[in-house]
């Protein structure tokens, strides 16, 4: 196996289930994209991934990482941008973006925590498709099934409105979607960022908007 975080991961479970493994690396720091090094003297920084956030925390808490010194440290605020004169932080706290943005756009201001809630409530309804084992689609076992349905149910819950969202929005360029809910350029670029990152396509690529959940 590698030493980045998805091969040591894999080396953790594989060793767990009595397989012999051998995990090579090239570079002298092991976790590959998600690794943090002293880049200039007394400064240390992640060198890689700005975020890990696929790194899920039920694989960090199975594996114990935290005892065995993984940690990581929440930035905020999450975004900075700056745009001449103006400049834009997004932060963890939606009420405290939402007070730097209304100085900019009371419009985008009011709008911000209803962006926030829809996203929050699509991804409450896909997150445990992350780890839920993919289902034998030619032959599905009655937990398969099960599964499915739990999904389908979860996604029901959302409402009707928000369902028609769930189905409408995801297909979208991310510069569409964004421009349905924000005035600020500025703001629409640091959200689609997010939505890019790691993705080799432009605010205009179908599907894109996915990237936001």
């Not at 900075?80 to 730097?100: A, C, H, M, N, P």
């Not at 445990?128 to 099960?146: F, G, H, I, K």
Request: some cysteine; hydrophobic content about 45%.
């Amino acid at each position: 196996m590698g030493g980045g975080h998805n091969g040591l991961v894999a080396a953790a479970y594989l060793a767990r289930a009595g397989r012999r493994v051998i995990v090579l690396e090239r570079r002298p720091v092991p976790g590959g994209a998600v690794a943090t090094e002293e880049i200039v003297p007394g400064f240390r920084a992640s060198t890689g991934a700005d975020v890990c956030g696929l790194l899920r925390p039920e694989i960090m808490e199975d594996l114990d990482l935290s005892t065995r010194g993984v940690q990581f440290l929440p930035i905020d605020p999450e975004v900075l941008t700056l745009g001449g004169s103006f400049r834009l932080r997004i932060w963890r706290d939606v009420g405290k973006t939402q007070s730097e943005l209304a100085t900019k756009s009371p419009r985008d201001a009011e709008a911000y925590p209803r962006f926030v809630a829809l996203l929050r409530r699509f991804a409450a309804a896909i997150e445990p498709l992350l780890t839920m084992t993919p289902p034998n689609v030619a032959n599905p076992s009655l937990a398969d099934q099960m599964g499915l349905l739990r999904r389908a149910l979860a996604v029901r819950r959302l409402g009707k409105d928000t369902m028609q969202q769930f189905l409408r929005v995801p297909p979208m360029p991310v510069r569409d979607f964004l421009n349905e809910w924000f005035e600020t350029d500025l703001l629409k670029a640091s959200l689609a960022v997010d939505a890019l990152l790691g993705t080799f396509q432009g605010p205009w690529s179908p599907g894109t908007a996915f990237g936001l959940i």
